[in-house]
Antibody
Framework: EEQLVESGGGLVQPGGSLRLSCAASGFTFNTFWMDWVRQVPGGGLEWVANIRQDGNEKYYVDSVKGRFTISRDNGKNSVYLQMNSLRAEDTAVYYC??????WGQGTMVTVSS | IQMTQSPSSLSASVGDRVTITCRTSQAIRDEFGWYQQKPGKAPERLIYAASTLHSGVPSRFSGSGSGTEFTLTISSLQPEDSATYYCLQYNSYPRTFGQGTKVEIK
């Protein structure tokens, strides 16, 4: 079964850091672009970032550029989102996605003092 | 690319034909998709390449359009179709979603 499982969410203070992980299984991970998408509770979807199969091409939404870094480890079938300088407006459920066709269940990130 | 999705919500009866529209601020060929999201769940892809049905999606769902105007049609609304629907463009970066359409069953 194809599956994505996120982890690493939690409560963090403004200005703090958090690293999200996404473990993939059931498909050939190193042949797909991987994305992160977030959703404020009760709100809409916002695409955050993605990364090419070899990790050498990455794209970000403007609001996270310079603060978030996407990476992957094909040996571990995992993709990561390092989030620094977190702000209250980063509070959301973060979804990992395989090329926006397969999605994980999401992990909640709350930025609050 | 800006996305304008309409309506923001609708209420319809079982068996009704339902149409949701999404307009993009510039032409995106057919690099466009539709997603369904139920409360507390992750989004699920319904349509990609504007009109191609994702594997396992019921045939009552269909997509059409190209360029700047796209439509999702549910030919005969079922109780399990109660959800929020989002459009997405993947023609350029950043990827952008529509604001969502909440579909309720009367």
């Amino acid at each position: 079964e194809e599956q994505l499982v996120e982890s690493g969410g939690g409560l963090v203070q403004p200005g703090g850091s958090l690293r999200l992980s996404c473990a993939a299984s059931g498909f050939t991970f190193n042949t797909f672009w991987m994305d992160w998408v977030r959703q404020v509770p009760g709100g809409g979807l916002e695409w955050v970032a993605n990364i090419r199969q070899d990790g050498n091409e990455k794209y970000y939404v403007d609001s996270v550029k310079g603060r978030f870094t996407i990476s992957r480890d094909n040996g571990k079938n995992s993709v990561y989102l390092q989030m620094n300088s977190l702000r209250a407006e980063d509070t959301a459920v973060y979804y990992c996605s395989r090329r926006l066709d397969l999605w994980g269940q999401g992990t909640m990130v709350t930025v609050s003092s | 690319i800006q996305m304008t999705q309409s309506p923001s919500s609708l209420s319809a009866s079982v068996g009704d034909r339902v149409t949701i529209t999404c307009r993009t601020s510039q032409a995106i060929r057919d690099e466009f998709g539709w997603y369904q999201q139920k409360p507390g769940k992750a989004p699920e892809r319904l349509i990609y390449a504007a009109s191609t049905l994702h594997s396992g999606v019921p045939s009552r769902f269909s997509g059409s359009g190209s360029g700047t105007e796209f439509t999702l049609t549910i030919s005969s609304l079922q109780p399990e179709d109660s959800a929020t629907y989002y459009c997405l463009q993947y023609n350029s970066y950043p990827r952008t979603f529509g604001q969502g359409t909440k579909v309720e069953i009367k």
